[in-house]
């Protein structure tokens, strides 16, 4: 008689020679189908650049000697320089928009939001057209009393030329889109992290520059560097204005020697430097902001 309450215990049965579980064989999951695509859009890949250097009529040699010339280069710093002006005038703009769709105020709710309704739903190109023929509606402008006699006035034709027509529309009508970027990134903070922070105190101003911004620019940075790179792009509207930015110098070029091919390549291969550098500041800087919130 067993003098434990334990259960007896069952005996099993030894395992068979060579059943121990070493013998067992991990076979990996084949995907024939993902061969089969990445050998296809290898091909292909190997096609276009084996048509890229092959083929005659792209003309390198052409785009060699007229991608670094100095009508290009100077193509090239104007359209950098209406980026920066529409990309800084526009986020200036498209950030006081933001916080007065997000005021307590009913008009400035709604003054904003004609605002973006208006310019998001005008095309550029009829933006740009518009203000560089203001001097047609409106031949002077003067600072005054409103509806009363004015003070001074100025000379429309010699206040808005073609280059302050097309950083004048660029950045208006970048305002519209950016306004949205900045509402939605404000909008995607923990409203409890300012009730806490108004609990303890902090005054409204410093909440929004140390605790809103900072986070909220996680969620606008990707938003807003895609914004800039099709800015940056669209520049080459202008050219309806005859400024010479990229597109239309190339244009005037190609229209001079008839090689159409090698002188888009030289844009294109100009628009693509420039977006990757632009892609690379987006990245430093977006991992900037990602401090504390990524491991």
Do not use: C
């Amino acid at each position: 008689m067993a003098l434990t309450s334990d259960p007896p215990v069952e005996k099993t049965a030894p395992p068979p020679p060579g059943d121990d579980g070493t013998a067992l064989t991990v076979v990996p999951v084949r995907r024939p189908w993902r061969w089969a695509a990445v050998a296809a859009t290898a091909v292909v890949l190997v096609q276009f650049g084996h048509g890229l250097v092959t083929n005659p009529g792209w003309e390198w040699d052409v785009f060699a000697r007229y991608f670094a010339t100095d009508a290009i280069l100077r193509a090239v710093w104007v359209t950098l320089q209406l980026t920066f002006h529409g990309t800084v005038l526009g986020f200036a703009l498209g950030v006081v928009l933001a916080f007065m769709r997000l005021s307590d105020s009913p008009f400035l709710r709604a003054v904003a939001f004609g605002y973006v309704w208006a310019f998001r739903s005008i095309p550029l190109i009829v933006q740009l057209l518009f203000w560089f023929n203001l001097a047609y509606l409106y031949e002077e402008l003067s600072i005054g009393i409103p509806f009363g006699p004015g003070f001074y006035s100025f000379d429309t034709v010699g206040l808005v030329g073609a280059m302050s027509a097309a950083v004048l529309g660029l950045a208006l009508h970048q305002a519209a889109y950016a306004a949205e970027i900045v509402r939605g990134g404000i909008l995607a903070v923990d409203p409890g992290q300012l009730e806490a922070a108004a609990s303890l105190g902090i005054p409204r101003l410093r909440r929004l520059r140390r605790i809103v911004l900072p986070q909220a620019m996680r969620s606008i940075l990707p938003n807003a560097a895609n914004e800039i790179v099709s800015l940056f792009k669209g520049t080459s509207i202008v050219s309806v204005m005859a400024i010479g930015e990229l597109f239309y110098q190339v244009q005037v070029v190609y229209g001079r020697t008839g090689r159409v091919v090698p002188l888009l390549m030289v844009a294109t291969v100009w628009y693509v430097l420039l977006t990757t550098a632009l892609s690379v500041v987006q990245h430093y800087v977006e991992r900037h902001y990602a401090k504390g919130s990524t491991r």
